[in-house]
């Protein structure tokens, strides 16, 4: 993702979630071209981030989740609900036996205590456990640290409930802020049940080795967004530059993580290339 697309992802999510109320190629993450994965140690399943064909869920929702559950994918990912209920949408899931495999909530529908009920009960309706906050900004460390307190917070109130909270990193997260990465700082800051959900290109374009940090917090990813980086804006999985074996392998030997969410921002084919990404994965045998 580039520079400005964080905004763009914050508007969007503005406007339609609230429905409810390159990177350097010297990196060992980034840099090595993919090979052939090894045969997975355990099998996860795979979502899409709906952000990916954001212009056909405008179009046609409904029409759009019955086909990228035709693709053969496990369920979705959302950033917006298009004016529809949390009831229509979980039937819509049904129908097509998919499931909701997380969603990217506005910051203030959870961390807003007037609103996170709201946010609980409607994540409860569509049987999604992971409600992850998609951006946040931060100029100093205490920012952060302040940030990851609250979000450790509300993980505890979650947790009984059967849900988990949070956060989806952007490029400007691996940007220093006094000496250190923001990431790192809410990572070191908050307990184990809140989700690090990292996204493998944007980790990449904030100048950061995506395999390095996933290391760095084990069993954190319990989600995590597979996005080709430094392949061209029609790339895939395995035309990029991402070690995919060496996230692969990390994903699915420490046992945390439960969900792959493709994403893919750049084509001017978003559906063509969810599905490319779905037969690329099929090959390397991850599902």
């Not at 046609?60 to 693709?71: E, H, K, S």
């Not at 790192?184 to 493998?200: C, H, K, M, P, R």
């Amino acid at each position: 993702m580039n520079s400005p697309a964080p905004l763009r992802r914050r508007h969007f999510l503005q406007l339609s979630a609230l429905s409810l109320a390159g990177a350097s190629l010297g990196l060992a993450g980034c840099a090595s071209a993919a090979k052939p994965a090894a045969a997975a140690r355990k099998k996860i399943p795979v979502g899409v981030q709906l952000y990916s064909v954001r212009a056909a869920c405008k179009q046609d929702f409904p029409g759009t989740l019955a086909a990228i559950a035709r693709m053969g994918y496990a369920g979705v990912e959302f950033a917006g609900y298009w004016n529809r209920s949390a009831k229509e949408i979980r039937q819509m899931l049904d129908d097509n036996g998919i499931v909701a495999c997380g969603s990217h909530t506005p910051s203030e529908m959870v961390l807003s205590p007037d609103k996170l009920k709201a946010t609980i009960e409607f994540n409860q309706i569509l049987g999604n456990r992971f409600i992850i906050v998609p951006d946040m900004s931060g100029a100093t460390r205490q920012i952060w640290v302040e940030k990851a307190a609250r979000f450790n917070a509300i993980a505890a109130q979650l947790a009984p409930l059967g849900l988990s909270t949070g956060y989806h990193s952007h490029w400007h997260d691996f940007n220093l802020v006094e000496g250190a990465r923001p990431w790192e700082i809410f990572g070191e800051n908050t307990s184990a049940d809140v989700i690090l959900q990292l996204d493998t290109s944007n980790c990449c374009d904030g100048g950061a080795d995506p395999v390095a940090e996933l290391k760095k917090f084990p069993g954190r990813t319990r989600s995590i967004h597979l996005k080709p980086n430094g392949g061209g804006p029609e790339a895939v999985i395995g035309e990029d530059k991402v070690d995919w074996p060496a996230v692969f392998e990390i994903c699915e030997t420490t046992g945390s993580t439960q969900w792959y969410v493709v994403e893919h921002e750049a084509s001017q084919n978003p559906m063509g290339a969810v599905a490319r990404t779905f037969d690329k994965l099929k090959a390397l045998g991850k599902v």
